[in-house]
Protein backbone atom coordinates (compact mmCIF):
# COMPACT_ATOMS: atom_id res chain seq x y z
CA UNK A 1 0.00 0.00 0.00
CA UNK A 2 1.09 3.22 -0.73
CA UNK A 3 -0.17 7.08 0.99
CA UNK A 4 0.10 9.97 -1.89
CA UNK A 5 0.16 13.37 -0.45
CA UNK A 6 0.36 16.35 -2.90
CA UNK A 7 1.32 20.03 -2.52
CA UNK A 8 2.26 22.90 -4.45
CA UNK A 9 -0.75 24.01 -5.74
CA UNK A 10 -1.84 28.08 -5.18
CA UNK A 11 -2.41 31.16 -6.89
CA UNK A 12 -1.09 31.78 -9.97
CA UNK A 13 -1.46 34.53 -12.49
CA UNK A 14 -2.43 33.33 -16.12
CA UNK A 15 0.77 32.62 -17.96
CA UNK A 16 2.75 31.54 -14.70
CA UNK A 17 3.77 28.23 -13.49
CA UNK A 18 3.84 25.96 -10.85
CA UNK A 19 5.53 22.86 -9.71
CA UNK A 20 3.12 20.23 -7.69
CA UNK A 21 5.23 17.72 -5.64
CA UNK A 22 3.42 14.00 -5.00
CA UNK A 23 5.06 12.39 -1.78
CA UNK A 24 4.71 8.86 -1.32
CA UNK A 25 4.78 6.66 1.55
CA UNK A 26 4.79 3.15 2.69
CA UNK A 27 5.78 1.36 -0.53
CA UNK A 28 8.24 2.77 -3.11
CA UNK A 29 6.26 4.74 -5.72
CA UNK A 30 8.36 2.91 -8.61
CA UNK A 31 5.96 0.18 -7.98
CA UNK A 32 3.45 1.62 -9.58
CA UNK A 33 2.56 3.65 -12.74
CA UNK A 34 1.65 7.27 -11.16
CA UNK A 35 -0.84 9.89 -12.77
CA UNK A 36 -2.34 13.07 -12.19
CA UNK A 37 -6.16 14.14 -12.54
CA UNK A 38 -7.54 16.90 -12.10
CA UNK A 39 -11.34 18.53 -11.31
CA UNK A 40 -12.84 22.30 -12.06
CA UNK A 41 -16.02 22.78 -9.77
CA UNK A 42 -19.14 21.12 -11.59
CA UNK A 43 -16.74 19.43 -14.10
CA UNK A 44 -15.78 15.45 -13.74
CA UNK A 45 -12.59 14.55 -12.79
CA UNK A 46 -10.07 14.67 -15.92
CA UNK A 47 -6.86 12.94 -16.57
CA UNK A 48 -3.63 15.33 -17.13
CA UNK A 49 -0.88 12.94 -17.47
CA UNK A 50 0.43 9.72 -16.35
CA UNK A 51 4.02 8.08 -16.36
CA UNK A 52 4.32 4.10 -16.68
CA UNK A 53 5.76 1.97 -13.79
CA UNK A 54 9.19 1.42 -15.42
CA UNK A 55 9.01 5.65 -16.04
CA UNK A 56 9.52 4.79 -19.91
CA UNK A 57 6.71 6.33 -21.04
CA UNK A 58 4.46 9.31 -20.66
CA UNK A 59 1.11 10.32 -21.80
CA UNK A 60 -0.60 13.70 -21.64
CA UNK A 61 -3.77 14.85 -22.06
CA UNK A 62 -4.60 17.03 -24.98
CA UNK A 63 -5.70 20.12 -23.36
CA UNK A 64 -1.97 20.43 -21.09
CA UNK A 65 -0.05 18.88 -23.73
CA UNK A 66 3.51 21.04 -24.60
CA UNK A 67 3.04 23.18 -21.32
CA UNK A 68 2.99 20.24 -18.67
CA UNK A 69 5.63 17.87 -17.61
CA UNK A 70 5.76 14.52 -15.42
CA UNK A 71 9.14 13.59 -13.70
CA UNK A 72 10.05 11.25 -10.99
CA UNK A 73 12.30 11.11 -8.27
CA UNK A 74 13.20 7.79 -7.28
CA UNK A 75 15.61 8.64 -4.40
CA UNK A 76 13.13 11.35 -3.01
CA UNK A 77 10.14 9.15 -3.86
CA UNK A 78 8.35 12.10 -4.92
CA UNK A 79 6.76 12.51 -8.35
CA UNK A 80 6.48 16.10 -9.73
CA UNK A 81 3.82 18.06 -12.02
CA UNK A 82 5.68 21.08 -13.56
CA UNK A 83 2.49 23.23 -15.23
CA UNK A 84 3.97 26.14 -17.41
CA UNK A 85 1.80 28.77 -19.80
CA UNK A 86 -0.54 28.20 -17.15
CA UNK A 87 -4.62 29.07 -17.94
CA UNK A 88 -7.49 29.92 -15.96
CA UNK A 89 -9.06 26.99 -17.67
CA UNK A 90 -6.67 25.04 -15.97
CA UNK A 91 -8.06 26.19 -12.25
CA UNK A 92 -8.91 22.95 -10.13
CA UNK A 93 -8.14 20.61 -7.47
CA UNK A 94 -5.01 18.61 -8.61
CA UNK A 95 -4.94 14.93 -7.69
CA UNK A 96 -1.92 12.49 -7.38
CA UNK A 97 -3.14 8.84 -7.98
CA UNK A 98 -1.20 5.11 -8.29
CA UNK A 99 -1.99 1.99 -10.37
CA UNK A 100 -0.63 -0.96 -9.00
CA UNK A 101 -1.37 -2.44 -12.48
CA UNK A 102 0.47 -5.33 -14.18
CA UNK A 103 2.51 -3.85 -17.11
CA UNK A 104 5.47 -2.17 -16.29
CA UNK A 105 5.34 0.28 -19.38
CA UNK A 106 1.59 1.06 -19.49
CA UNK A 107 0.39 4.36 -18.79
CA UNK A 108 -2.91 4.46 -17.08
CA UNK A 109 -5.11 7.17 -18.31
CA UNK A 110 -8.53 6.03 -16.46
CA UNK A 111 -9.38 7.19 -13.13
CA UNK A 112 -10.98 3.88 -12.17
CA UNK A 113 -7.74 2.13 -13.42
CA UNK A 114 -5.73 3.84 -10.55
CA UNK A 115 -5.37 2.16 -6.90
CA UNK A 116 -4.12 4.92 -4.35
CA UNK A 117 -5.31 8.52 -4.15
CA UNK A 118 -3.83 11.92 -2.57
CA UNK A 119 -6.22 14.28 -1.21
CA UNK A 120 -5.94 17.08 -3.50
CA UNK A 121 -4.58 20.36 -3.98
CA UNK A 122 -5.57 23.34 -5.07
CA UNK A 123 -4.75 25.30 -8.15
CA UNK A 124 -6.26 28.85 -9.12
CA UNK A 125 -4.80 30.66 -11.85
CA UNK A 126 -6.16 34.10 -12.39
CA UNK A 127 -6.78 36.02 -15.64
Known amino acids: QVQLVESGGGLVQAGGSLRLSCAASGRTFSAYAMGWFRQAPGKEREFVVG????????SYGDSVKGRFTISGNNAENTVYLQMNSLKPEDTAVYYC????????????????????WGQGTQVTVSS
Open 97 to 116: AAARGDLGFHVYTKEQEYDY
Open 51 to 58: ISRNGGTT
